[in-house]
């Protein structure tokens, strides 16, 4: 294909159809929390960046080709030029950004931890782990700050959210992403102290060991959510003020929940029940924040 610059093989386009989708997703995407406006602006993010995730997550495709296919969304993106039906998510999204006047850097960062999975780089430490969702998570919440009109007060603490909620989906997905495509984001050198090797996540259980280094994990992850708990206070636009409040609940709520059940043995999530108490208790959270 000549616009990937690839010479030897045509690698297949990727599916049109997004292997997830916003009601799939862990946490509310363009709720009616925000205004209706923004909403087909904030579906038009999240469609490009799903596309680039399916892509650096497509175990079909060798590195190479997730690379080509990730640098010509990134030059549909800036340029507005594309070849292929497939690239359609990066037009829109252009589009959408011009309207807004949002920058498309927040787009181009999450680029880059995309190209970093195609590669199937690992996490060596928490640092690296939080470097990677600096990338990979936090665009997302300084994205909505943006396109609301927040100020600068609110971003750590939403980058706080937002990695904690990237670290939350690892854990959930820690089995498949390893035995599907060679990924590990759990820290390596927390392997080690344990005495464990990675190869443990092939199992279909925890021991008690694995145990302990998920836990840490959730300890991490909860100082993580101590920093974002603020945010909904920072925010000044009530419907995100009030969907910050909802995200926050949710992911402290998916927190517990995988300190009490086996992310090895089935993918943990919060059923509809814990779904709803969560949210009712985020919307009580951000009543009270102002």
Known sequence: MADFNLAPT??????PVARKD???ENFPVASRLLPKHLRP???????FVRLADDIADDPDLEPETKLAYLEAL?????TGQAKHAYLKPALDLRASLQSTGVSDRHARQVLRAFR???VGARCHSWSDLLLYCRFSANPVGRYLLDLHG?????????DALCSALQILNHLQDCREDWTQLGRCYIPLAWFEEAGLSVERLVEQECDAKLRLVIDRVLEHTDRLLERAAPLPGLIQHRGLRMEAA???SLAESLA???RTRDPMKTRVALGPHHKMFAMARGIARGLGAK
């Open 246 to 248: 909802v995200i926050l």
């Open 22 to 24: 916003p009601g799939s």
């Open 256 to 258: 517990q929940r995988l």
């Open 150 to 158: 927040e100020g600068v007060a609110p971003g750590p603490a939403a």
């Open 41 to 47: 602006h904030v579906m038009a993010f999240y469609k």
């Open 74 to 78: 990134e030059r549909a993106l800036t």
């Open 10 to 15: 045509k690698p297949r386009k990727p599916s």
């Open 116 to 118: 970093r999975d195609a």
